[in-house]
């Protein structure tokens, strides 16, 4: 493909229950039931290479829909060269499945994960019998070493650990970086005082050379789950990174939200909270959105 550029799609925003979530009968979730259109499915990002080879970071079990999404938007190319999984828990990893013989038949996509993933894979038998029957090729990145997910490709992926429950492997974000731009897909953190190290945000995303950033946006407060305990499921609320953030200066990284829980008014466009993260300068994600890296 001559003067094709590198282009990542967002597929989908949810958090790992995507939206409306299953057994959720409350007003947030029957909404999204009765018009579709509002319905979002787990956190992915497809990207199109230089070559227009076709990528992938995290496999949920909605990729069916989000291949849909990305057909639609055009240079979608079957098979996908790789894929890429942050962290073990479900909505990031609930597609791998998709892949085998029973659905798509696929060979030798190459897989790029953690060391603690990978061995979670060996050990789990429904995702082993899709290395050893050749549909995935895993192959392990270290901690802040780039790699090109295929030669050529005309991007590089950056894993950055990021701590967040960590019961069934660890946790990276992944920074996208083409010719032109870099984007950081971080959908899960425990916290920014683990993540910052004492640094802001901005710093932060200076000190990693990133241009754009989802970031997870899983809550908008502490009080939205009523009856579970919060502590269990640590995530910094949307209210505490806009805290954190203040306004958005025209030089600032072009920060967007993403990873949001059935309950997050984020998900209305229509609510308060929605106007004030756009009052701001920051964003809400939306599937379709692209950014152009190279
Ligand atoms: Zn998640
Ligand atoms: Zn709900
Ligand atoms: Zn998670």
Request: glycine share 10%.
């Amino acid at each position: 493909m001559d003067g094709a550029k590198v282009r990542a799609i967002v597929l989908g925003t949810a958090q790992d229950g995507g939206y409306p979530q299953p057994g959720c009968m409350s007003i947030c979730c029957e909404r999204a039931r009765s018009d579709r259109s509002l319905s979002r499915t787990p956190v992915s990002l497809g990207i199109i290479g230089s070559d227009g080879t076709c990528h992938i970071i995290e496999v949920g079990r909605k990729i069916g829909e989000q291949i849909e999404i990305w057909k639609g938007f055009g240079g979608f190319e079957w098979p996908l060269k790789s894929a890429s999984i942050t962290h073990a828990h479900l909505g990031h990893t609930d597609g791998l499945r998709l892949l085998g013989r029973e659905v798509m038949g696929a060979r030798g996509i190459t897989l790029h994960c953690s060391e603690s993933m990978l061995s979670l894979i060996h050990q789990t038998p429904t995702w082993n019998i899709l290395v050893e029957g050749g549909v995935i090729s895993p192959r392990p990145w270290e901690s802040f070493i780039s790699f090109e997910p295929s030669p050529d490709c005309g991007f590089t992926i950056t894993p950055i650990p990021v701590k967040h429950r960590a019961e069934l492997s660890d946790n990276h974000a992944l920074l996208i970086r083409g010719a032109s731009g870099s984007l950081l897909f971080m959908p899960d953190q425990d916290s920014w005082q683990e993540t910052l190290e004492g640094s802001t945000i901005r710093e932060w995303l200076s000190s990693l050379g990133a241009d754009s950033a989802l970031i997870d946006g899983t809550f908008w407060s502490s009080s939205e789950l009523s009856g579970r305990d919060m502590s269990e499921i640590p995530h910094p609320t949307v209210s505490e990174s806009l805290e954190l953030l203040g306004e958005r200066a025209d030089d600032d990284p072009d920060i967007s939200f993403f990873h949001l829980n059935h309950t997050n008014p984020l998900h209305d466009e229509s609510s308060n909270e929605f106007a004030i993260v756009r009052s701001m300068g920051w964003k809400i994600s939306e599937p379709g959105d692209v950014y152009v890296l190279g």
